[in-house]
């Protein structure tokens, strides 16, 4: 194994977290029975963190990002933002899905405006924010375009303009590079990467990518299988000195790189033959 420095991370007070979650346990109910999705989950992301969640299909990723925007209540356990249990949707929560969802009638600036509307906010500002957004992510020239004339990666930026038009604290990211090819892929990793540590916002991005989230997070959570349980967390850092935390596409070529790599595959336990 390459050389790396991988840590568990000490975990801050629930309360004083960004977000947290504590001793979460998830069931449903199917035609086929009942269904244990998340076990005795208990994790804290502190404010402006960059955090992965990875782990086999069906283990619960995406699940916790639900319960993070109250979308969906736990069968029991805790789920906090700013220290205060969350009980339903939230303004401070921006969650940007796999697919786009851009409103095919609405132009760029159009739906980047979506949630602020949703939301009754004042229209000015909203407007102001939007295109602020678009041209601070390339498509300056495009605001009066319609989705169906933007690329697969343009469309993924104007769909992050529409997330963060709101300022939500808290950014919740569900594979949302995934539908892209591979080259655009590795670009917008590179892009958005760099936007949101720009914007100090705390990101938890769901990703089957290892690759991914090693190269774009602070900390990486690996859950196990199906029921979900946090089985390691691994620090992510990077002996580049004075130059700061690399970029995605850098950091894939970093030494400790391949080490955080094999650690985390081991722990996946996703061996053909296993």
């Not at 969640?53 to 979308?71: P, R």
Request: proline content about 4%.
């Amino acid at each position: 194994m390459a050389d790396a420095t991988i840590t568990r991370k000490a975990q801050a007070s629930p309360r004083d977290s960004k977000v947290a979650l504590v001793n979460v346990n998830l069931r449903y109910f199917t035609e086929g029975g009942e269904i244990e999705a998340l076990r005795g989950v208990s994790l804290s992301v502190a404010a402006g963190e960059f955090v992965s969640i990875v782990g086999q299909s069906g283990c619960g990723k995406s699940t916790l990002l639900s319960l993070i925007a109250g979308i969906l209540a736990p069968t029991s356990g805790e789920v906090l933002i700013d220290g205060r249990p969350v009980t339903g949707p939230s303004p401070a929560c921006g969650y940007m899905l796999q697919h786009d969802h851009l409103f095919e009638w609405r132009t760029v600036l159009g739906n980047a405006m979506l949630g602020p509307q949703i939301q009754r906010r004042d229209l000015n500002a909203a407007r102001e924010r939007g295109t602020e957004l678009l041209r601070r992510y390339g498509l300056a020239e495009f605001l009066h375009h319609y989705p169906h004339q933007l690329s697969g990666g343009m469309r993924q930026r104007a769909a992050l303009a529409r997330t963060l038009c709101t300022d939500p604290g808290i950014l919740l990211l569900d594979e949302p590079f995934s539908a892209l090819d591979f080259q655009t892929r590795l670009a917008l990793a590179d892009e958005v990467g760099l936007i949101l540590r720009n914007e100090g916002k705390t990101v938890i991005l769901v990703t089957h990518d290892i690759s991914e989230a090693i190269s774009m997070a602070d900390r990486v959570i690996v859950l196990s299988k199906r029921p979900g349980r946090v089985k390691a967390e691994h620090e992510i850092s990077f002996a580049n000195g004075a130059e700061g935390r690399p970029a995605p596409f850098q950091a894939r070529n970093a030494r400790e790189f391949s080490g955080y790599f094999d650690m985390i595959w081991e722990e996946l336990d996703v061996h053909v033959g296993r």
